[in-house]
């Protein structure tokens, strides 16, 4: 261009140039196009993900309320100091900040630089702060950067070793933010009524995380407050009294409404500390006890029922007809069945006894006649009428259904055909048989309210059991007759002789073959787990039947002796209430 | 009136007006459109730039002629110094403090090396053009500065200087076939200058030939720019409603990515209107290029035109991710006071030469 020689050359020179600065301003336009206008929905999206953040904000959980009116399960608000993940440069000017003002030890501070390294998004500063510290916080927050206090709610359960496997406890599930779920009790049963919905907010935050404005938010729903039919002094009352023995559980049930008034395990647990507070040798404290604390042992474990389940062999015989009430038979100490001699607990003999005398003194050898007579298939229809062999819909999760063995379980469970001396010890509720202490209620209550539908409650208002299925009221009360006996002048008639008027039925259910020397041994020589499962259920008062209590006491020695004290103390104090 | 706006200058004044009303604007939504003292400080720049244009323009052209290789000298001497005593400033050394402006010779010294250059083409015969030796002297006049501020280090700026250079010996006759030899020979031996270059600056290549290699790291930038370009759309978020940028998600907004915030408020018809005004000027400069008689003033037109247009393209291409992050800032619209008298100046020159054929 510059040499006025060769004009072309310059000119063409100078073309290129152009040429090269038109196609690099072609590709900036393409670009430019590919980037706004072919890609924009996802640099929006990107957009937008960079500046909302979604909170959610955590409903209310519904509480448990007693009868009474208590609030068992209520929430306590929770301070807590959260940081979102940042840079390093506002991580440190927020640490200094917040050091001026907390006192974070050295160990906070290592578990803090620990989180950071993982990608969880945001971290906890501290929890649970002090209303002091909230306050020195709440001065400092506007300095803070991507910092905030989040409000959460705990869980707080009054007289928590007393409803502890009643009500149960709530933990945080894995990947569900930090909505509490019941894990046990009616928490468990009744989640979804107590859990609510959760609520969220839109909030536009800075590229420090520091929050900018609200865009939108969804209210959370609460949840509703669940009231239970337990009685909590009552409640209270029976764990008082329960709580001197090592294991033990108790029932106690309205039979005119069939609400469960107090339902108490022992050795119990503290829910509150499952509920989010714990540390590691706590929860190993509680996990490897060798007692199992967090079993319930009222609806939940199975026993062999021992000599209540007499009351069952006792109707059928009678509604079968294998026997009336005033047919005696002899007991002489023992039945004799192919080589092996059944004892009678009394090795002398009752002599010849009708069934009143029989379930009055408990005789086994009655018994072990009269299930020869019945035959298996027989005890089992009237066991199942009674509510044996299933759950008895109690709202409590996993409760035990008990085991009514049959031939053909034992075919289908062992393989080999049923033997005559298992129907004997079926008779006396020994053997293979299990049931639950609840199980055990149950069966009162349907004897008692001549229902077969009778059916037991947590919930105010809950289960409301239409009655079709009626039971013989005849043979029913001769039933009822008898375990008045018991408790006038029978196995019970100790502890259980009282101007109202107490029917139950004592029961001492072996928990091993009793070998030659220990007969007639004192129970407390024995170790601890070679002892008998103590039983007492009745009912009171007589003349107006309406609270059935069953007690049990895991290795407690003879019914009549631990059990039945403990349950004429609840009767005593329900019906002068 | 006539002294101040001369008429024949109607469609630069136009394109200029065009680009500082941007400017404002631009700076005043980067400042999330806050009336502080950053803004003052900007228009108070557009004033001192239009004020330096206006008495560039009325300089006699010959003492540019005359004056260039001092100039030059002038700059030279000053990028040693700033080597030597300069202050330190984001790890670079590129300033000198001259306590009521920091003054950066690097820019300057792309006005000299274009004054210098079209000052030496000008004095030569069209025969010399032609040959080969007589192109070496621009070449080194070219290569010292761009080794000096390459060493600041300031890689950016030494390639664009480089490119104006070598573009100045393009046109004005560098024998063709040596000149795709020397190109094509460097291209070759670019992988060799990776050793010569400063950990962050191998973190940015290779940050821009892998963009996801390090999100929240280096490719954070390029990552947020394009977020915030790419939600522009058609017509952008609007006026002071660029999320990106008004968050602090996007980094540098103020100055090297002030691109990035009108395109994300301004969506991709703004981005244009940008780019339109930028080669209009680019344009307008080659014009009188083409149409003044000087020598002098057409080597230095051309270099002019094209010192704005390799900014402009290394900026926007910076910031939508086309090239790794070099720190160029966008003519007339980034933030600070140097590159704007620079291009001022520019403006003023070539006006100047427009007066004088």
């Known amino acids: ?577 | 009136m006539r002294v101040f706006f001369p008429s024949e200058f109607k469609i630069l004044f136009v394109i200029l007006f065009g680009l500082l009303l941007v400017s404002f604007l631009g700076q005043y939504s980067a400042f999330n459109g806050c009336w502080d003292g950053h803004v003052q400080r900007h228009i108070v720049r557009i004033i001192a730039g239009v004020v330096v244009m206006w008495c560039i323009y009325a300089v006699d052209f010959k003492f540019w002629i005359n004056f260039a290789y001092v100039f030059y000298a002038f700059v030279f001497v000053s990028l040693i110094i700033v080597d030597l005593l300069g202050i330190m400033k984001l790890g670079a050394q590129r300033w000198i403090d001259l306590y009521f402006f920091t003054f950066q010779p690097s820019e300057l010294m792309k006005l000299a090396l274009i004054l210098s250059l079209a000052r030496y083409y000008s004095l030569l015969s069209p025969l010399e053009m032609t040959e080969c030796k007589y192109h070496i002297s621009p070449i080194f006049l070219t290569l010292l500065p761009s080794i000096l501020i390459f060493k600041q280090p300031d890689l950016g700026t030494a390639g664009l200087l480089l490119c104006v250079g070598l573009g100045i010996v393009f046109l004005a006759g560098f024998p063709l076939k040596i000149f795709a030899t020397l190109i094509i020979s460097c291209i070759a031996l670019c992988p060799l200058g990776w050793f010569y270059l400063r950990d962050y600056q191998k973190n940015r290549i290779l940050t821009f030939l892998e963009p996801d290699r390090d999100p929240l790291g280096t490719g954070y930038h390029i990552l947020q720019s394009k977020i915030a370009i790419g939600s522009g759309h058609v017509f952008g978020r609007g006026f002071l409603q660029g999320t990106q940028s008004k968050l602090n998600f996007l980094p540098e907004k103020n100055t090297d990515f002030i691109f990035t915030t009108i395109a994300e408020e301004t969506g991709f018809v703004g981005a244009l209107f940008v780019l339109f005004l930028f080669l209009s000027l680019c344009g307008y400069m080659f014009w009188a290029a083409a149409e003044v008689r000087l020598r002098f003033a057409k080597i230095m037109c051309y270099g002019l035109g094209m010192l704005v247009f390799l900014h402009v393209f290394v900026n926007v291409a910076m910031v939508v991710g086309l090239l790794p992050i070099v720190g160029i800032p966008l003519p007339f619209l980034s933030y600070g006071g140097n590159a704007m008298i620079m291009f001022m100046i520019g403006c003023g020159l070539v006006m100047s030469a427009q007066k004088k054929y």
């Open chain 1, 1 to 577: 261009m510059l040499s006025n020689g060769s004009q072309n050359d310059a000119k063409f020179r100078v073309r290129i140039i152009i040429g090269i600065i038109s196609l690099l301003s072609a590709v900036l336009v393409f670009h430019l196009y590919w980037l706004q206008i072919s890609n924009a929905e996802k640099y929006s999206l990107m957009s937008n993900k960079n500046r909302i953040k979604l909170l959610p904000i955590l409903p209310k959980r519904g509480r448990v309320i007693s009868a009474d009116g208590k609030i068992i399960a209520g929430n306590v608000c929770r301070h807590k100091l959260v940081m979102d993940r940042c840079g390093e440069k506002v991580f440190h000017e927020n640490m200094e900040l917040l050091n001026q003002c907390l006192d974070l030890t050295d160990e906070d501070n290592m578990r803090i630089s620990d989180l950071r390294k993982t990608k969880i998004p945001f971290i906890v500063i501290k929890d649970g702060l002090s209303w002091d510290e909230y306050a020195k916080l709440s001065m400092m927050l506007f300095r803070l950067n991507g910092v905030f206090v989040e409000n959460t709610y705990v869980r707080d359960y009054k007289m928590p070793l007393e409803f502890s496997h009643v009500v149960g406890y709530v933990s945080k599930d894995v990947g569900k933010m930090q909505i509490l779920s019941g894990k046990t009790g009616i928490e468990a049963t009744f989640n979804r009524q107590l859990v609510g919905k959760a609520g969220n907010v839109q909030t536009e935050v800075n590229a420090a995380g520091k929050r900018v404005r609200v865009i939108s938010s969804e209210d959370p729903v609460d949840g509703k407050d669940i009231v239970v039919t337990i009685d909590s002094e009552l409640q209270k009352y029976v764990y008082g009294l329960l709580s001197l023995e090592k294991a033990a559980a108790c029932v106690v049930l309205d039979i005119s409404n069939g609400e469960v008034l107090a339902m108490v395990s022992v050795p119990s647990f503290d829910p509150n500390l499952i509920s989010g507070r714990m540390t590691y040798s706590q929860w190993q404290a509680i996990a490897h006890d060798p007692m199992f604390p967090m079993m319930n042992r009222a609806a939940c474990c199975s026993y062999p029922p021992g000599s209540i389940f007499k009351i069952v062999v006792a109707f059928a015989a009678l509604s079968e007809g294998a026997t009336s009430p005033q047919d005696k038979i002899l007991c002489a100490g023992g039945v004799k069945l192919d080589d092996r001699v059944f004892h009678c607990w009394n090795r002398k003999g009752h002599g010849k006894i009708n069934l009143y005398d029989a379930l009055k003194f408990s005789c086994d050898c009655y018994f072990f006649e009269a299930a020869k007579k019945l035959g298996i298939n027989a005890i089992v229809k009237y066991a199942q009428k009674f509510g044996f062999g299933a759950e008895t819909g109690i709202e409590i999760p996993n409760e035990s259904a008990g085991l009514l063995p049959s031939k053909q379980w034992k075919f289908l469970r062992y393989g080999t055909s049923w033997k005559p001396y298992e129907t004997m010890l079926a008779g006396i509720g020994q053997g293979a048989l299990l049931a639950t202490l609840m199980q055990s209620a149950v069966m009162l209550g349907k004897l008692y309210t001549g229902n077969y539908d009778f059916c037991p409650t947590l919930i105010k208002g809950g289960q409301k059991y239409v009655a079709v299925n009626p039971i013989n009221r005849e043979q029913s009360a001769v039933i009822i007759e008898a375990l008045r006996q018991v408790c006038a002048s029978g196995t019970a008639s100790r502890s259980c002789r009282t101007d109202y008027g107490i029917s139950g039925k004592t029961g001492s259910s072996q928990v091993r073959t009793i070998k030659s020397h220990e007969v007639g041994m004192d129970q407390k020589l024995l170790q601890w787990k070679m002892r008998d499962h103590a039983f007492f259920v009745g009912c009171a008062p007589n003349k107006n039947p309406r609270y059935v209590v069953a007690v049990l006491v895991e290795h407690g020695g003879g019914g009549a002796h631990v059990a039945a004290p403990i349950a004429r103390k609840i009767f005593d104090r329900l019906t002068t209430k």
